[in-house]
């Protein structure tokens, strides 16, 4: 059955298959297996081999030992694995880093949330003018003239109230970190 390290084989009969596995499984097994170096993926992929060689046993016509068809399979089925493979340690990668980004904004979120209402049990504390000028200012975003002409004091009162303001939250903040 062979010549020249070459195998003849009709591999259509389960007898022949057999025979075809026995003799070529191994080489089969080491062409993989130096890609791969995993040693359960590679029995895998070689169990693939011919297990799509014996279900299109009848359509195959080589014109190649089939010895040449049999490792070119196992190069190719290497290959795609390692293609395969990469890609998805690219998306996990990915995945790992949206996950973090996301961890990320949540922890920011918790925090940003925590600081929110620090800054207002310090404001609820501050004399009801200096507290209004900083509400006005930072929660309704208007500017110290608009302030000012509403609440009919001067900007400078205005800019003091809302140095005194920050300082006092400064202070507070500081404290507690």
Known sequence: MESEN????DFKTP?????????TSEQLFNIIFK?????A???ELVQNIYLRLW??????QLSIPIQHYLNRAAKLAALDYLKTNNRRNIHLKQLYIEQ????????????FRDLKKRIHAITDQLPPKCR???????????NTRTISQRLSIAEKTVEAHLTK???AIKNSIDRKI
Not at 6 to 9: C, E, L, P, S
Not at 15 to 23: G, P, Q
Not at 55 to 60: D, L, Q, T, W, Y
Not at 100 to 111: G, I, L, P, Q, Y
Request: no cysteine; charged share 35%.
């Open 15 to 23: 007898n022949d298959f057999e025979v075809l596995y026995r003799n």
């Open 6 to 9: 070459t195998i003849i084989v």
């Open 55 to 60: 279900e299109r046993r009848f359509e195959i």
């Open 41 to 43: 993926i590679t029995e």
């Open 132 to 142: 209004t000028v900083f509400v006005m200012s930072r929660e309704q975003g208007l």
């Open 165 to 167: 303001a920050l300082k």
């Open 35 to 39: 890609q791969v170096r995993d040693h």
């Open 100 to 111: 973090e980004e996301s961890d990320n904004v949540t922890e920011k979120t918790v925090f």
